[in-house]
């Protein structure tokens, strides 16, 4: 069964106080929910109308299960702590194997 990803690149982070909040309920969501940390806050490089600004990995055992955990009530919670805090292109990706 394919793997599933969220991948998460900010272009802008406006309110660092509602993104701090975010972090505290995401983590646990995202643990809940079978996510694992790929990448987080590393260096970055970006190409063609890419920004180098923070820039999230986490891989889930499945596609579903990746789509589920963001659907879940608690990282539900989460993205509305986070708000307009953030500006970020956040995306649900299957894996190949």
Do not use: C
């Amino acid at each position: 069964m394919p793997k599933g990803y969220w991948v998460s690149a900010y272009r802008t982070i406006s309110d660092p106080e509602k993104l701090a909040a975010y972090n505290k309920l995401a983590g646990p969501a995202v643990e809940a929910g079978g996510g694992r940390i790929l990448a987080r806050d590393g260096r970055v490089v970006a190409h063609d109308a890419g920004i180098a600004q923070r820039t999230i990995l986490i891989e889930f055992d499945s596609f579903e299960q990746a789509v589920a955990t963001h659907e879940s009530a608690a990282y539900q919670e989460a993205l509305v702590a986070l708000s307009d805090g953030v500006e970020r292109d956040f995306r649900i990706v299957e894996g190949i194997d």
